[in-house]
Nanobody, 123 residues
Framework: QVQLVESGGGLVQAGSSLRLSCAAS????????MAWFRQAPGKERDIVAA????????YYPDSMKGRFTISRDNAKNTVYLQMNSLNPEDTAIYYC????????????????WGQGTQVTVSS
């Protein structure tokens, strides 16, 4: 029922920036915790960032701090991922995910997933 549609992926050079968007529908967005995950070829899915619905609290793995920023616009039912200083290690399919009424930013269990958008970083 919940639909998440990612956009903004593409091919960029190392050191450049990119902003991904995730549009949500059939979801009470204002009470949903949102997150971005990524999966590189041959690798497991890893969380990139998460943002709570309650007070805008955010979570980033240590490797993402200072480079990636998650934000949301509740009026537009959209979550964003700003990615700076990209390198080839960031090449992956990036997925948007959502869960409702949960403020646990450490849990990676999410109820809804998008189809993903490809990000490719060349050196």
């Amino acid at each position: 029922q919940v639909q998440l549609v990612e956009s903004g992926g593409g091919l960029v050079q190392a050191g450049s920036s990119l902003r991904l968007s995730c549009a949500a529908s059939q979801l009470t967005f204002s009470t949903a915790t949102m997150a971005w995950f990524r999966q590189a070829p041959g690798k497991e899915r890893d969380i990139v960032a998460a943002i709570s619905w309650s007070a805008g609290r955010t979570y980033y793995p240590d490797s993402m701090k200072g480079r990636f920023t998650i934000s949301r616009d509740n009026a537009k039912n959209t979550v964003y991922l700003q990615m700076n200083s990209l390198n080839p290690e960031d090449t992956a399919i990036y997925y948007c995910a959502a869960k409702q009424w949960s403020t646990d930013l450490l849990s990676t269990v999410y109820s809804a997933w998008g189809q993903g958008t490809q990000v490719t970083v060349s050196s």
